[in-house]
Nanobody, 124 residues
Framework: QSQLVESGGGSVQPGGSLRLSCAAS????????IAWFRQAPGKLREKLSC?????????RYADSVKGRFTISRDRVENRMYLQMNNLEHEDTAVYYC????????????????WGRGIQVTVSS
C-alpha cells in the first residue's frame, strides 16, 4: 500500500521554526516530483513548494513562503521535509505533502499521492 504520512506539526510562537517530515512507503520519492501544500480555514489550498526535476532538485516556492521555507528530500530515508523558519500567524494551516510517480518539470497539478495533513498553529 502506497502512502505518505506527515509528522512534525504543532504549535509555535511567531518567529519560531518547525520542520515537517513526510515518510513515503510503497513507492520511491526519488522517482518523481514532490511538493508541500497547505490549507487554512476558509481559504483555498495553496501550493507552497515543489521539486519537479529528478536530478537538479531545483525548488519552486510560493511568494508567501519564499526565503522562509525550504523543501528537501532524503533519498536514503525515502522522506521529504519542509523546514519552516520565521513563522507568522498567517502560516497557521493544515499542511499536506504530495508526490507523483514521475517528474513534473513545471510542478503542475494534480499530484498522485497525498498525505492526510498535519496541523501547524502559529500563536503567541
Amino acid at each position: 500500500q502506497s502512502q505518505l504520512v506527515e509528522s512534525g506539526g504543532g504549535s509555535v510562537q511567531p518567529g519560531g521554526s518547525l520542520r515537517l517530515s513526510c515518510a513515503a512507503s510503497g513507492f520511491l520519492l526519488e522517482n518523481g516530483a514532490i511538493a508541500w501544500f497547505r490549507q487554512a480555514p476558509g481559504k483555498l489550498r495553496e501550493k507552497l513548494s515543489c521539486i519537479g526535476d529528478l536530478f537538479s532538485d531545483f525548488a519552486r516556492y510560493a511568494d508567501s513562503v519564499k526565503g522562509r521555507f525550504t523543501i528537501s528530500r532524503d533519498r536514503v530515508e525515502n522522506r521529504m521535509y519542509l523546514q519552516m523558519n520565521n513563522l507568522e500567524h498567517e502560516d497557521t494551516a493544515v499542511y499536506y505533502c504530495a508526490a507523483d510517480p514521475g517528474p513534473k518539470p513545471d510542478c503542475a497539478e494534480p499530484f498522485y499521492y497525498w498525505g492526510r495533513g498535519i496541523q501547524v498553529t502559529v500563536s503567541s
